[in-house]
């Protein structure tokens, strides 16, 4: 039997980080299996939906390497299947329900249906539907959802319990009778998420369900649902949570938890994915970089861990860097384009000499700014460097070495600055210090030889001296 996994999220909001794991884990599990991986975009719920949501899915899937296998659209190029677009289907399947009496008609009003609500909290138990409308007879029922507002609910057992078996948290085990009768089809006849889903599932011939654990609770009602339609349910595994580092929830409202949101501070894809595969799944030998291609080989669904993932953000910046580290020097170049000036020439010299700096693409705007900044800006440490006597000193026999330089070139430099150094009895910091901040305006950089040679005699020599001048 092909693996058939699907990602189904609710166009609600942007695709949050954990949106991306689930993803993720589906389309690696997908891949290792020689499986089928779809999307399905649950918008059964339409006072929730967010314009533009589902463009900037499909952009963040796309930019993440994410492919779908199939749905509508051209071959190689296929789109998600929509729930919107199926109500029928689901109208269909519940009027299966309600003939088979695993589903009735409930008439209950809201008002009753609050005041209920209000009873139950004050009595400190559950809150749940009372079963009010299960007894009407299925003939009156039938009459009276003809002319009355009405939804449909799943007619839960009453007593007993419900096992499964799930990939990751094992033997899960829940009482019927802390189990709500599901609403399945609203007042507005569109279905909710648990009927739509199922019979997606199933119609779609999902084998394997992946999905974060927040799902974990509707579990009973989902199971129901397969055996009143008789059907085989698919294997479940559910995702843990992801948690800031405090360990609190991640949730939304703290920030930054959009994938655009990484991408626009200069995440490169690759690194967010890899960073997203490792919150709730390692290797067994605790590799922690991957390719995308290396993922697929290593991922297993067994392995992910059923206690809460940290975020760290920390591990995120050092996995972006070994990324950016790997990147063949064009394309980091190219990377790191949409995050500088436009009118910056950057040369290839300057892009490498950067390259091992960075943990983030937009640090490459402030590591590169002193190339083209002129006049050169004096960071305040720099500018401390350069007011001493000792200082001034090594600058202005350096200004007079660099007056009489030929064939001037970076290694050049460099021997000058060392004989400059001997002269002086100075080495390292006391040094290169006073050299750095006034070339680069900064005490810190790429390496002085490459940034000689990408300036030229003129450039520094003019450096040196507005550093005098200073
Ligand atoms: N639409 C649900 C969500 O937004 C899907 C949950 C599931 O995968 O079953 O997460």
Redesign the pocket.
């Known amino acids: 039997m092909t693996t058939r996994v699907?990602f189904?999220?609710?166009p609600t909001g942007y695709l949050h980080v954990g949106g991306l794991r689930?993803a993720l884990y589906n389309w690696l599990f997908a891949r290792k299996h020689g499986g089928v991986f779809i999307l399905r975009i649950?918008d059964t719920d339409q006072s929730r939906q967010v314009e533009g949501a589902v463009d900037s899915l499909l952009s963040m899937l796309d930019w993440a390497g994410l492919k779908i296998d199939e749905g509508p659209g051209l071959g190689g190029d296929y789109g998600p299947y929509v729930q919107s677009e199926r109500l029928e289907i689901y109208q269909q399947h519940a009027e299966q329900l309600l003939a088979g009496g695993q589903a009735y008609y409930c008439f209950c009003s809201t008002e009753r249906l609050e005041q209920l609500r209000e009873r139950q909290k004050k009595m400190g138990i559950n809150v749940r539907y009372d079963r009010h409308c299960r007894t009407i007879s299925s003939d009156e029922a039938e009459k009276r959802a003809a002319g009355e507002p009405h939804v449909v609910r799943l007619a839960i057992p009453e007593a007993g319990r419900i096992t499964f078996k799930d990939i990751i948290r094992k033997k899960v085990a829940f009482e019927w009778q802390t189990v709500d009768d599901q609403v399945l089809i609203k007042g507005d006849g569109f279905p909710t998420?648990h009927l739509a889903?199922v019979v997606d599932d199933h119609l779609m011939e999902i084998t394997h369900?992946i999905?974060?654990e927040e799902?974990l609770p509707s579990m009973p009602k989902h199971l129901y649902l397969y055996q009143s339609f008789g059907w085989e349910p698919p294997t479940f595994a559910h995702l843990p949570l992801l948690l800031n580092p405090d360990r609190s929830k991640l949730s939304k409202r703290q920030g930054h938890v959009a994938v655009e949101d990484y991408r626009d501070q200069g995440y490169l894809p690759e690194a967010m994915v890899n960073f997203v595969a490792l919150l709730g799944w390692h290797e067994q030998g605790n590799r922690e970089v991957f390719t995308l291609a290396e993922l697929i080989e290593a991922f297993e669904i067994g392995r992910v861990q059923k206690g809460g993932a940290i975020f760290n953000t920390e591990k995120l910046d050092w996995i972006n860097g070994q990324h950016i580290r790997a990147l063949p020097a064009e394309q980091f170049r190219a990377a790191i384009a949409p995050h500088l000036d436009n009118a910056w020439d950057v040369t290839d010299s300057m892009a490498a000499a950067i390259q091992t700096k960075v943990n983030l693409l937009s640090d490459a705007r402030d590591q590169l700014a002193f190339f083209f900044q002129d006049p050169v800006v004096y960071d305040p440490d720099a500018k401390a460097a350069l007011s001493d006597a000792m200082s001034r000193g090594i600058l202005s026999t350096l200004l007079t070495n660099l007056d009489s330089a030929k064939n001037f070139s970076g290694k050049g430099f460099l021997d000058m600055v060392k004989s400059i150094g001997e002269e002086f009895s100075l080495k390292g910091r006391e040094l290169w210090h006073p050299i750095r901040a006034a070339i680069t305006g900064r005490l810190a950089g790429p390496d002085i030889v490459t940034i000689v040679d990408e300036f030229g005699l003129e450039k520094c020599r003019h450096r040196v001296r507005a550093a005098l001048d200073l």
């Open positions: 699907r189904a999220p609710s689930t649950e998420y889903n369900v999905r974060g799902w």
